[in-house]
């Protein structure tokens, strides 16, 4: 089975604009979540879907938004860009949401604000 | 709210020698899971050790192993024969049913030739 994939891998923006990260989890997986990775911070739970619900959520402000699709893909949208979004965006999936599954992480975003 | 504590931010060891991070938690839950990730250097982020908390039986995979003292909130991780391929950064992560995980802020380890 292919593994997490996560596109793009590198991403520089500017204060101000907006980003779209996209994530594909392995195929059978209906869970997906999003971690935003610093080094100050260390993972942070951004949000979780799981059959296109969002099932939970992450203390992030409203520029941090996702969506699923039908077949499990995720996008995570950040809005008006500040530099303290630079960070490693990681995507994780599994097969069930909140049972204790194995998370499965992709390669991560690796998010530049200028 | 759950947290998950390292309190050992970096560690070395010598190539094939013992080594054990630490990690506590707190929570009301009683039936939970444990794990521990391994992230590598510019690599992905991936499975070491899985623990559900209502087996008693400590996990284990190959030269990893927990000590998972559930009265005192406690799951730490010893890896033997320490090999070059462990260095990494180490995190402890908690989930209960329901809910996201928690991870905590991890343990860099370094493995030293």
């Known amino acids: 089975k292919a593994g997490v994939t996560q596109t793009p891998r590198y991403l520089i923006k500017t204060r101000g604009q907006q980003v779209t990260l996209s994530c594909s989890p392995i195929?059978?997986?209906?869970?997906v979540s999003w971690y935003q990775q610093t080094p100050g911070q260390g993972l942070q739970f951004l949000f979780e879907y799981f059959s296109e619900t969002q099932r939970n959520k992450g203390n992030f402000p409203g520029r941090f938004s996702g969506r699923q699709f039908s077949n499990s893909r995720s996008e995570m949208n950040v809005s008006t860009l500040e530099l303290g979004d630079s960070a490693l965006y990681l995507c994780?999936?599994?097969?069930?949401?909140?049972?204790?599954?194995?998370?499965?992480f992709g390669p991560g975003t690796r998010l530049t604000v200028l | 709210a759950q947290t998950v504590t390292q309190s050992q931010p970096e560690m070395s060891v010598q190539e094939a020698e013992t080594v054990t991070l630490s990690c506590t938690y707190d929570t009301s839950e009683s039936n939970y899971y444990l794990f521990w990730y391994k992230q590598p250097p510019s690599r992905q982020m991936i499975l070491v050790i899985r623990?559900?908390?209502?087996?008693?039986q400590n996990a284990t995979e190959n030269r990893f192993s927990v000590n998972f003292q559930k009265a005192a909130k406690s799951f730490s991780l010893k890896i033997s024969d320490s090999q070059l391929g462990d260095t990494a950064m180490y995190f402890c992560?908690?989930?209960?049913?329901?809910?996201?995980?928690?991870f905590g802020p991890g343990t860099r380890l370094s493995v030293l030739p």
């Open positions: 623990q559900e908390a209502y087996k008693q």
């Open positions: 195929s059978g997986h209906r869970s």
């Open positions: 992560a908690f989930i209960y049913y329901g809910q996201n995980f928690v």
């Open positions: 994780a999936s599994s097969l069930y949401s909140g049972q204790g599954n194995e998370q499965f």
